[in-house]
Structure formats: structure tokens, C-alpha cells
């Protein structure tokens, strides 16, 4: 009894003033929960009222092109930010433009697909074929409804992850410019060895690997995370303006200790520093070059994801393993890595393994249909994406690939009009 009292009159007074001021603690409390809520069901709405068209885009047979066009087809796209206000993005559940670029492959084939808004159609079609003017744009239904619409069930089973990067945004990828052969020149197609294990799948199992996008306004590289970056690798502090909250915990940090010792004063010595050439390594001046490269390109808010399903007799997790092999490649241990999210891999320990296992399968399943933007994000380059999204190069003989066989011609100059 005595611990009971000693309890009650220990929160006594915080229930008193619970009881007082109710109405202003509870709503405050209700709104940091009730938001992500709400964001999350207007968004989708919005974007369940969108028209969208899937288009599947076939290369040419004898394409001598890399990732560069590629990277100016992410450079228009970025041309279609618009700034939304307060209210279009809290009450209408608006945002900014979206495309999803897919890389499926199916039963041994491998397809590219992207998924747009319809009123971007003529947009995205005019932009392929003015890099591309061999190449075959179609519209397709889209290739989730082919599947069933939960899974795992009886017969089919899945593995997904989110992917992320192991450092911050600024830092880049290694990007197509690297993948060449030191000898003769010739460009190594980074995308080879993942359309190489698409098209070993055998049939009944499947690949999907997705890249959702939105583009970000200029104003994001004045950002203080990313100057910070920029800052500490040339050595030089940071100019950017400290928070009000940041400015309280310095002064509550430094105020036992100035009353319990001494003041002291202390001479500032400036010290003489060498040019910033000479106290960089090879390797850092190199960094420092490639984030400032990034910095001056058009930057997307990233969502990356990628599936593997397939009938349960078949499944293999080896294909997983395969894939992000493949995916090492984009890899630089000095600039950024690209790898699984730990957070959303489908697996479950401890308590209630299978149920849970089985409700973050069909979650990411789920979240992959409705191309969101739920999870881990980053920002990406449109050199970034362009390495990691292009359309293979003629060298690239992976049989996988649907490739259009005859050119486009044009109508003869003398042909009669009636």
C-alpha cells in the first residue's frame, strides 16, 4: 500500500494538470499521430483520381548510344516541377509529378517500362524518340495485373526490399563515366550483368526492380546537410546558421561549466594553412570533385525497390543474391554504395515470425502496385539514374532483351498527294 501512495502522489500532479489542460495536450499529441495518417490517405487518393499509362519501350537492334541520352531524357523530366502551396499538399493531397522507371524481368525476358502520368505522355514519347529515333514506344496494360493480387498465397511466394545508400545524398554512385575499358576506350554497359540474370530466370519466376522519382527544385543544394558535406571535405567550417534549438543546448552545455570553473581567457592563434591542393590526398581531391560534380546536376527524390516472386515450387533466393551481385558494380567505397534496407526486407524474428513475415511481404508487395513513395528515400543525379536506367548497348547480346529489328523510315520526298 505504501508504494501505491508513494506512486500516487508521485503523478499526482501531472494528472492534475492533465485533468486542467486537457484540451491543449491531447490535440497536440493527436496531431503528431493523426498527421502521417493523413498525409498518407490523401496522397493516396490523389493519386488513385490520376490517369496513368504504362509505356514499354523496345531499343534498337543495333543502338551505339550509352547512358548520355538517357541522362537528357532525366533532364527534361526535371522541367516539370511545380511548387505547391501549404494547402495543396496538406488539404488536397497533392504531389510533385512522379514517374516510375521499372526494369521487370519475366520468364527469361527482361523489359523496360515506365510508368507516367497521362498528360506526360507525348512529352516522354517525343523525348525517346529524339534520342533514340530507332527505338518502338507502346502503351501496355500494366504488367502487375498479370499477377495475382496477394502475395505470398498458396502457390506463389515473394522477397523485397527497399534499397538505400550508405552515405549522404551528395556523395555519388560510381556513374557510367567509369565503366570503361583502360585500353581501347570502349565502354563497359553497366547493365549487362543484371539483364544477363533477368534473362536466366526460368519460367514462372520474375524480377522487378523500380525507380520512383520526383523532381527536386534548385533550392535543395542550399541545403545544410548538403553544404556541410562540401565543407568538411575542404576542411573549412560550415557558414550555415545555427537553429534556435541548436543555440540553447550550446549555451545549456556550457553554463554549469562556466559557473563551476574559472574564466579563462584564451589568445586565439591563427594558424597558417596551406592551399587546400596540398593538404588534400589524390584520392580526397577526387571526392571533393565528384560531390560538386553532383551538386551542379538536376536532383531527384529517389524511392528504389526491388522484388523477386515467382511460383513457390521454383523460388530460389539464389536469384536475389545474383542481383545485387549484379548491383555491386554501381558501387564506389570512396563516393556511395547502394544496398538493401534492413528495415524492409521481408523477414521476421522472435515473436509471431510467420504472421509477421507474411503482413511485410504483401506490404512492400502492395506498396510496389501503387509506385509510393513510402520508406527509405534518397536523391539521386540525373547522371546516377541514367547509369543505373538506360537502354543497353548493341554489344550487350543477352538474348533477353526484345530489341526492334528494322529501322524507321521516312516516306519518299516525291511521293503524290491526292
Known amino acids: 500500500?505504501?508504494?501505491?501512495?508513494?506512486?500516487s502522489n508521485t503523478f499526482a500532479p501531472v494528472i492534475t494538470a492533465f485533468y486542467y489542460f486537457w484540451w491543449i495536450i491531447l490535440p497536440a499529441f493527436l496531431y503528431f499521430g493523426f498527421k502521417p495518417l493523413w498525409v498518407d490517405y490523401s496522397r493516396k487518393k490523389r493519386g488513385a483520381s490520376l490517369q496513368w499509362t504504362m509505356l514499354e519501350i523496345i531499343p534498337p537492334k543495333n543502338l551505339e548510344k550509352g547512358p548520355k541520352p538517357m541522362e537528357s531524357i532525366f533532364h527534361v523530366i526535371a522541367?516539370?516541377?511545380?511548387?505547391?502551396?501549404?494547402w495543396e499538399v496538406w488539404g488536397r493531397g497533392m504531389f510533385t509529378d512522379r514517374f516510375s522507371f521499372e526494369l521487370v524481368g519475366s520468364d527469361g525476358e527482361a523489359h523496360f517500362y515506365i510508368r507516367l502520368q497521362t498528360r506526360f505522355r507525348a512529352l516522354m514519347e517525343s523525348q525517346i524518340y529524339a534520342q533514340f529515333p530507332d527505338a518502338e514506344v507502346r502503351e501496355v496494360p500494366d504488367y502487375v495485373l498479370n499477377f495475382p493480387r496477394v502475395i505470398?498465397?498458396?502457390?506463389w511466394d515473394i522477397w523485397g526490399t527497399d534499397l538505400e545508400q550508405t552515405k549522404p545524398d551528395p556523395y555519388p554512385i560510381r556513374t557510367y563515366d567509369k565503366f570503361e575499358e583502360s585500353i581501347t576506350g570502349t565502354m563497359?554497359?553497366?547493365?549487362a550483368g543484371i539483364i544477363e540474370i533477368m534473362g536466366a530466370l526460368p519460367p514462372g519466376q520474375h524480377i522487378w526492380f523500380q525507380i520512383v522519382l520526383e523532381p527536386l527544385p534548385e533550392v535543395w543544394k542550399d541545403d545544410k546537410k548538403q553544404k556541410d558535406v562540401v565543407a568538411k571535405l575542404a576542411g573549412r567550417a560550415s557558414n550555415a546558421k545555427m537553429t534556435l534549438w541548436q543555440d540553447i543546448v550550446d549555451v545549456l552545455s556550457n553554463l554549469f561549466k562556466g559557473?563551476?570553473?574559472?574564466?579563462?581567457?584564451?589568445?586565439?592563434?591563427?594558424?597558417e594553412e596551406q592551399p587546400l591542393e596540398f593538404r588534400l590526398t589524390p584520392v580526397e581531391k577526387e571526392v571533393l570533385k565528384a560531390i560538386e560534380e553532383n551538386l551542379g546536376k538536376n536532383a531527384y527524390k529517389t524511392k528504389m525497390r526491388m522484388l523477386y516472386l515467382g511460383k513457390k515450387e521454383g523460388f530460389d533466393k539464389s536469384n536475389v543474391t545474383a542481383f545485387f551481385g549484379a548491383m555491386r558494380q554501381f558501387n564506389d567505397l570512396n563516393l556511395n554504395n547502394i544496398k538493401p534496407e534492413n528495415l524492409s526486407k521481408t523477414y521476421a524474428n522472435y515473436v509471431s515470425v510467420a504472421s509477421r513475415l507474411i503482413m511485410r511481404k504483401r506490404k512492400i508487395y502492395r506498396r510496389y502496385k501503387d509506385r509510393d513513395m513510402d520508406g527509405k528515400k534518397f536523391v539521386m543525379s540525373a547522371t546516377e539514374l541514367a547509369t543505373i536506367y538506360h537502354f543497353p548497348h548493341m554489344e550487350v547480346k543477352a538474348p533477353a532483351i526484345a530489341r526492334v529489328e528494322a529501322k524507321r523510315g521516312s516516306a519518299p520526298a516525291n511521293l503524290p498527294i491526292e
Open 1 to 7: 500500500m505504501d508504494f501505491l501512495s508513494y506512486i
Open 79 to 86: 522541367g516539370v516541377l511545380t511548387t505547391l502551396n501549404t
Open 152 to 155: 505470398p498465397n498458396k502457390d
Open 259 to 271: 559557473l563551476s570553473a574559472p574564466v579563462e581567457f584564451k589568445k586565439s592563434e591563427k594558424k
Open 188 to 191: 563497359i554497359d553497366p547493365l
